[in-house]
């Protein structure tokens, strides 16, 4: 059985959770707890030099990290992934923005409120330059989503997992998502998705 290295508040772990649920696809949960330091033991890095969540083992024993080459490798071949050549472009379009303008902001604001016992240097910085930048990328998505339902296409998609991971939590880091009306009314259509699944939810 596949086995998921993760750690529950995680969004990262999330969209791979989220994913397997909905493609019905069996797993094993491993519960690591990122602030014990537990990804950073020499057991876990042989396997994941990278030393983060989530990480997956594959039946045959392949290991993968990454949580948007994970959700790539699964949807593959799947209606989460667009047949269409420039559509399946777009959406590693959206995984590539998810991970450089959304992620490293949005997410990394939320570790740092519901984590205030971690020492991180980014605190100096939160209000000046990594919530603006939060912002910018909610920006970029409620533009998109003003004519859309869906990241790419006319269907979901896992660029909308990606971006769902984080987004829909993103008030748990001080985002205020009131001025972003395209946006919420899209978090509520993934929500809606079969098989759908709380972030909390193991």
Not at 52 to 63: F, N, T
Not at 64 to 78: G, H, K, M, V
Not at 89 to 114: D, G, M, N, T
Not at 165 to 191: N, Q
């Amino acid at each position: 059985m596949i086995r998921l290295y993760d750690y529950l508040p995680s969004g990262n772990g999330y969209k791979v959770r989220l994913l397997l649920t909905q493609l019905q696809i069996p797993f094993e949960r491993i519960e690591l707890d990122i602030i014990k330091g537990e990804t950073r033991t020499p057991e876990f890095l042989r396997k994941f030099p990278n030393g983060r969540i989530p990480a997956v083992e594959l039946d045959d024993g392949k290991l993968l990290f990454e949580s948007n080459a994970i959700i790539s490798y699964f949807a593959d071949d799947t209606p989460l992934t667009p047949a269409d050549r420039f559509q399946r472009a777009q959406v590693f379009q959206w995984l590539f923005f998810e991970q450089y303008s959304h992620e490293p902001y949005i997410a990394s604001v939320r570790y740092l409120v519901i984590h205030p016992e971690v020492k991180d240097p980014r605190r100096a910085i939160v209000d000046t330059l990594m919530r603006p930048r939060g912002y910018a990328a909610l920006g970029v998505m409620e533009d998109h989503l003003q004519t859309r339902e869906w990241f790419v296409g006319d269907r979901y998609s896992i660029a909308d997992i990606a971006l769902y991971a984080y987004t829909h939590v993103a008030d748990e880091g001080g985002f205020e998502l009131a001025g972003y009306p395209a946006t919420r009314a899209w978090i509520e259509r993934v929500k809606s998705q079969p098989r759908h699944i709380l972030i909390t939810q193991s």
